[in-house]
Structure formats: C-alpha cells, structure tokens
Nanobody
Framework: VQLVESGGGLVQAGGSLRLSCATS????????IGWFRQAPGKEREGVSS????????YYADSVKGRFTISSDNAKNTVYLQMHSLKPEDTAVYYC?????????????WGQGTQVTVSS
C-alpha cells in the first residue's frame, strides 16, 4: 500500500489549501481513508475520513464546516479541501487508510505533508 500526500504549504489565516493523497497498491473491498494531523507536542488526531463502501464521512468538530473530504476513484486520490484556515490548524497532515481483515484493523500511513497557517 502506498499513500503519497501533497498540497501542504504556508498560508495566511483565513486562506485555503487542498491536500491530495494518491493511493496505490491495494485491492481492499472496504476501507476507511482519510486524514490525521499532528501538531508539535500534541498527539495525532483524526481530522476527516470517508468510507469507500457507502460514502459516509466523518469530520472532527474542530474542522466541521471548514474542511471537505472527497475522493476521485478514477484517479485513486483522496482530497481534503481546507477553507478558513486557522493557526491552530498548523500540523503535519497524514493520509491514513484503515481496513478490517481477519479479526483486526490494519492501518497504513503516508509520509505526511506540512501545513503552516500564519496569523
């Protein structure tokens, strides 16, 4: 499984960025794919995810109404559109794929992309 993030960068507060996660190397029937982030000195936290089976989505309360997750199956890519960015959104953002197989969950991670929001 390969997950390759892109789209991070430096943006002023109130600005927008779109993160991309290009996926390859798997044929799971059902999985969750989405984004986590980790700010300096803090634990990694879930931001948003999408269920490939039914298209349902999850958003952390801190990003609801500002971030939108979407997927392009033809391009095997998942996006995170981020609007109204705040300094507290500054973190390394990681793409994550989670699948259930046998009797346990398996997690796969990208290398991360830095998002920095200046005030």
């Amino acid at each position: 499984v390969q997950l390759v993030e892109s789209g991070g960068g430096l943006v002023q507060a109130g600005g927008s960025l779109r993160l991309s996660c290009a996926t390859s190397g798997f044929t799971f029937d059902r999985y969750l794919i989405g984004w986590f982030r980790q700010a300096p000195g803090k634990e990694r936290e879930g931001v948003s995810s999408i269920n490939n089976d039914d298209g349902s989505t999850y958003y952390a309360d801190s990003v609801k109404g500002r971030f939108t997750i979407s997927s392009d199956n033809a391009k095997n890519t998942v996006y995170l559109q981020m609007h109204s960015l705040k300094p507290e959104d500054t973190a390394v953002y990681y793409c994550n794929l989670k699948t259930w197989y046998g009797s346990r969950w398996y997690d796969y991670w990208g290398q991360g992309t830095q998002v920095t929001v200046s005030s």
